[in-house]
């Protein structure tokens, strides 16, 4: 009988284990890879609720981010925001603190580098047997909690960002792969010449 009770307690702490590890081998994953996924957002406040999707390549502080008419390139010093259809281009430097809670592409680096785990549970959601990881700032933020929902073979699926001003942005995941961190950055550099002559470029620098 006590051998038993043993066994089962042994169980029971390998099992509340396996969510932490879960989350700590997504969040390396996250830093040291490439990451590609498509997503729809909904962020949520008071006063209003905006929606829209689009698709993110990523690997640490650099991404291509492309939705709802827009096109977002950076790499990691400056970052071009792009409408083709309107003819118009905004370049900017980026600094550090920047706001990502409603940048998919930014929040998966932000995770790894400056929130800690608070609470990781396993959690049935849509079906899926997925992991729930609630992550709060180690350093000052307007950002107050990240949620991640994590699959057992280390996909993001769902995530949450709540800004201390009480807006809520929600990013539905999909089709979300890895592949090894790669040298070459082509795809994280604007080339400005792909915009016509004519195109209205406003530089912040």
């Given at each position: 009988?006590?051998?038993?009770?043993?066994?089962?307690?042994?169980?029971?702490?390998?099992?509340?284990?396996?969510?932490?590890?879960?989350?700590?081998?997504?969040?390396?994953?996250?830093?040291?890879?490439r990451?590609?996924?498509?997503?729809?957002?909904?962020?949520?406040?008071?006063?209003?609720?905006?929606t829209?999707?689009?698709?993110?390549?990523?690997?640490?502080?650099?991404?291509?981010?492309?939705?709802?008419?827009?096109?977002?390139?950076?790499?990691?010093?400056?970052?071009?925001?792009?409408?083709?259809?309107?003819?118009?281009?905004?370049?900017?430097?980026?600094?550090?603190?920047?706001?990502?809670?409603?940048?998919?592409?930014?929040?998966?680096?932000?995770?790894?580098?400056?929130?800690?785990?608070?609470?990781?549970?396993?959690?049935?959601?849509?079906?899926?047997?997925?992991?729930?990881?609630?992550?709060?700032?180690?350093?000052?933020?307007?950002?107050?909690?990240?949620?991640?929902f994590?699959?057992?073979?280390?996909?993001?699926?769902?995530?949450?960002?709540?800004?201390?001003?009480?807006?809520?942005?929600?990013?539905?995941?999909?089709?979300?792969?890895?592949?090894?961190?790669?040298?070459?950055?082509?795809?994280?550099?604007?080339?400005?010449?792909?915009?016509?002559?004519?195109?209205?470029?406003?530089?912040?620098?």
């Amino acid at each position: 009988m006590i051998k038993m009770k043993l066994l089962a307690l042994i169980i029971s702490v390998l099992a509340a284990a396996a969510p932490q590890e879960t989350v700590r081998d997504f969040l390396d994953l996250a830093s040291s890879s490439r990451l590609s996924f498509s997503y729809e957002y909904s962020a949520r406040s008071s006063a209003s609720t905006m929606t829209g999707s689009g698709k993110v390549t990523a690997q640490g502080d650099l991404f291509l981010m492309e939705g709802d008419g827009i096109e977002v390139v950076c790499d990691g010093k400056t970052r071009w925001t792009v409408d083709r259809s309107a003819g118009e281009a905004v370049v900017e430097s980026v600094s550090s603190g920047e706001d990502f809670s409603a940048n998919p592409a930014l929040f998966l680096s932000e995770a790894s580098k400056s929130f800690v785990v608070k609470e990781a549970v396993r959690v049935k959601k849509g079906g899926k047997d997925l992991v729930k990881a609630v992550l709060e700032s180690a350093v000052e933020s307007n950002v107050r909690s990240i949620i991640l929902f994590i699959t057992p073979d280390l996909k993001l699926s769902e995530a949450e960002v709540t800004v201390s001003g009480g807006t809520v942005a929600t990013f539905i995941i999909g089709d979300f792969s890895s592949s090894p961190a790669s040298e070459d950055l082509t795809v994280f550099t604007f080339d400005r010449s792909s915009l016509p002559s004519d195109a209205v470029i406003t530089d912040l620098r």
